[in-house]
């Protein structure tokens, strides 16, 4: 392609913008990235192309090596605003393309896909209780984590400590909330009085220290450890220790409140049986629905206007738990009356291995919660495919993390909501570093997942796809069935009519083509990237 005659559109003040953005994909991007897929890429060309790309860039400014400027401060220039021909491609960090662990390759903040800036869509919360009080130790072995802020102790000194080192933590990842269980953050007392005053104590620091701009995600109250919950908290045929899991509730929702949280869950490790033979079932689960009531009634009174939140699982410890399943959890609520306007009250909270544990995709769960209204928050883990067992380990799945977003994004976010990572390090990974490189794999990860789908929805073709297959309903007898106009008479009719209806392939293997297409590959996002570059200076160049 000759320049002058490209120039004569990208050049001319009287061309729309959205006719030079136009020309420059169909002509210009795939001019020069022409043949790239055959090419044997080597590390010298990645290095050549990131020389390339600063050179422009300091180009760009105006700089030269005269000037002294490190190429640190020039790779963080701001680029064209959002409303330009070309969108960005600044990462915020070092790119896909760096070798550093602790960089963000794929997340920037306040980069904007969709509509919305990046930390909007994602609204990432450290948990407290994998990061800070998880030991290493399983059911055939012991601790196998020494952190340095530990002293071996499970005291209100100690609780404060780990608080310290939390807040640490968070700062230096750069986000903005957290979750936790109250007897995690703060040692359980020989009374409910000790308890609570145990726990005044350690939030109080915790408001300190979080100040202004953190808040908590959300707050739980741990009603699975202490063996007075061995046959749960509100589903428990002993009436002493339904009483004693209300209070606990009830202190863990104001103290949530106390801190700015924006949701407060319940999660039944407990609630649930063992054996049928002797349990009532019926009673149990009304027992349970009369427990959400009364915190739905108190958060009313005492303010709180986060939302109420569910987490399904189908087992462990329990052989089976009455919120199975995303299904299951919404069944419940519907039936008690716990959905809708006047209840204000519960969402579902999906994690993605007790969507595997239940015999789901994680998918599934979240196009469930969605559908119905009640997708609320999401536990960015996974677990092991050879193991039976909630192994909560960090998701790095790309394939499964665009299908997360993907609903996401249907669902227009998840705010009040977020991403906690329910994720713990293996046994095997003792280094405070490792706490770093699990979290910033896990949100690059989903980040990647956010770009894969802008990508595959300014594609169009596959939901093109979808609308194709079910164009037969986009006619007027399909329109009677969806609004429940055409009863079973006026149908036989029309089958009889019709004849033998033709049944179209699905083309599910297109499908996968299509969703395999929307991969961002870090090779083919530099390549990309350095022609967005390369026209976003020339056009500079020429701009009035």
């Not at 000790?194 to 939030?203: A, P, Q, T």
């Not at 705010?415 to 699990?438: C, Q, W, Y």
Request: with cysteine; proline share 4%; hydrophobic share 35%.
């Amino acid at each position: 392609m000759k320049w002058k005659s490209a120039s004569g559109v990208l050049c001319d003040r009287r061309m729309p913008l959205n006719l030079k953005g136009k020309f420059y994909r169909t002509a210009i991007r795939s001019a020069m990235l022409y043949g790239t897929e055959c090419w044997a890429v080597k590390h010298q060309h990645v290095h050549k192309m990131g020389v390339a790309k600063m050179r422009m860039l300091r180009w760009r400014c105006g700089l030269t090596r005269k000037d002294k400027i490190r190429n640190e401060w020039v790779g963080h220039v701001q680029r064209r605003p959002t409303d330009a021909p070309v969108r960005r491609c600044d990462y915020g960090t070092e790119g896909p393309s760096t070798k550093n662990p602790l960089a963000f390759k794929w997340y920037n903040a306040d980069e904007e896909i969709l509509g919305k800036k990046m930390k909007e869509w994602m609204r990432f919360s450290v948990a407290f209780w994998h990061t800070f009080r998880g030991t290493g130790g399983d059911p055939f072995g012991a601790p196998t984590k020494n952190w340095p802020w530990e002293d071996g102790t499970n005291s209100v000194a100690m609780a404060k400590r780990r608080m310290r080192a939390n807040f640490q933590f968070i700062n230096k990842l750069g986000v903005d909330r957290w979750c936790f269980h109250d007897r995690d953050i703060a040692p359980d007392g020989k009374t409910l009085e000790e308890s609570n005053k145990n726990l005044d104590e350690v939030v109080a620091l915790a408001k300190e220290l979080q100040g202004t701009k953190i808040r908590p995600l959300w707050g739980t109250a741990q009603l699975f450890l202490h063996p007075r919950y061995m046959h749960g908290g509100a589903t428990s045929p002993e009436v002493g220790v339904y009483a004693y899991a209300a209070a606990q509730v009830k202190k863990a929702i104001e103290v949530t409140h106390y801190l700015g949280g924006e949701n407060y869950v319940f999660w039944g490790g407990r609630e649930g049986y063992q054996s049928l033979l002797n349990t009532d079932m019926g009673r149990e689960l009304d027992h349970l629905a009369r427990f959400l009531e009364a915190a739905v009634a108190y958060k009313k009174k005492i303010g709180f206007n986060g939302t109420l939140l569910i987490e399904p699982k189908p087992q462990e410890p329990t052989k089976h738990q009455y919120d199975w399943d995303a299904a299951t959890s919404a069944n419940f609520l519907r039936k008690y009356g716990l959905i809708g306007a006047l209840c204000t009250g519960y969402d579902l909270f999906i994690e993605c291995n007790h969507a595997t544990l239940s015999g789901h995709s994680c998918y599934h769960e979240l196009e469930t919660a969605r559908l119905n209204g009640l997708l609320g928050n999401v536990d960015a883990n996974t677990g092991d495919p050879q193991t039976g067992w909630d192994t909560d380990q960090f998701l790095t799945d790309i394939a499964e993390a665009t299908l997360v977003m993907h609903s996401v994004v249907k669902n227009g976010g998840i705010a009040p909501g977020g991403f906690n990572f329910d994720a713990k390090l293996r046994r095997e990974s003792t280094d405070v570093e490792d706490l770093f490189i699990a979290h910033i794999s896990g949100m690059d990860t989903l980040a990647r997942g956010l770009r894969n789908v802008a990508k595959l929805i300014e594609d169009g073709s596959l939901p093109e796809l979808v609308r194709k297959r079910y164009e037969s309903f986009d006619t007027e007898i399909g329109a009677l069935i969806e609004a429940g106009k055409a009863d079973f008479e006026y149908l036989e009719k029309k089958a009889i009519g019709w004849g033998e209806p033709r049944v179209p392939s699905s083309k599910q293997e297109l499908a996968e083509m299509l969703f395999q297409s929307s991969y961002i590959l870090p090779i083919w996002d530099g390549l990309e990237c350095l022609s967005y570059l390369v026209y976003d200076s020339v056009y500079a160049a020429f701009e009035p």
